[in-house]
T-cell receptor, first 113, second 112 residues
């Protein structure tokens, strides 16, 4: 069966510090991968999605970036965090060309202080 | 453009009450439709789905019917439990994009 992991689970970082969040999917090949952000009390915002290694689309201009160094690994990064980067970050995967449902990881709670 | 509109909460019900959360969508064609549930501090879980018109998705006592005439996919449950307290998201597949379009979420609180 397929599983999706995210780490760390929680993170507290000062403004201006770098960020690296990791997402890994097991039990499937060539998944579509997604990064979402959920600000407190708000809905989901799609940040990046990837249909393959080195194929990453950015949905929202910001100080975040994403990379996919391996088929089932998706990394969200920032060189300098802003207070507004605080939120709940969710990684998800889907099977390309299927019925299109996405499967979500447990999330990372990021607090920028 | 594509969008999903769902009733804004919060919704507060007593245990065993009937639940309806409305969801309508704007999209090209007849996209697959989904309901996701998010329990506090967790990621989203797929609750149910429907892939074509008139399909009924069901799971854990929840149901939703794909109505193409009204472009709706309302979530219903006949008797809610305290454990159903969560945020519910309606979503549809955005054709040709490999992406889902989500509603803003509806927070449900069920009191004993």
């Amino acid at each position: 069966s397929q599983t999706i992991h995210q780490w760390p689970a929680t993170l507290v970082q000062p403004v201006g510090s770098p960020l690296s969040l990791e997402c890994t999917v097991e039990g499937t090949s060539n998944p579509n991968l997604y990064w979402y952000r959920q600000a407190a009390g708000r809905g989901l915002q799609l940040l990046f999605y990837s249909i393959g290694i080195d194929q990453i689309s950015s949905e929202v201009p910001q100080n975040l970036s994403a990379s996919r160094p391996q088929d089932r690994q998706f990394i969200l990064s920032s060189k300098k965090l802003l207070l507004s980067d605080s939120g709940f970050y969710l990684c998800a995967w889907s099977v390309p060309g299927s019925s299109y449902e996405q499967y979500f990881g447990p999330g990372t709670r990021l607090t920028v202080t | 453009g594509d969008s999903v509109t769902q009733m804004e909460g919060p919704v507060t019900l007593s245990e065993e009450a009937f639940l309806t959360i409305n969801c309508t969508y704007t999209a090209t064609g007849y996209p697959s439709l989904f309901w996701y549930v998010q329990y506090p501090g967790e990621g989203l879980q797929l609750l149910l789905k429907a892939t074509k018109a008139d399909d009924k998705g069901s799971n854990k006592g929840f149901e939703a019917t794909y109505r193409k005439e009204t472009t709706s996919f309302h979530l219903e449950k006949g008797s809610v439990q305290v454990s159903d307290s969560a945020v519910y998201f309606c979503a549809h597949y955005q054709g040709g994009s490999e992406k889902l379009v989500f509603g803003k979420g509806t927070k449900l609180t069920v009191n004993p």
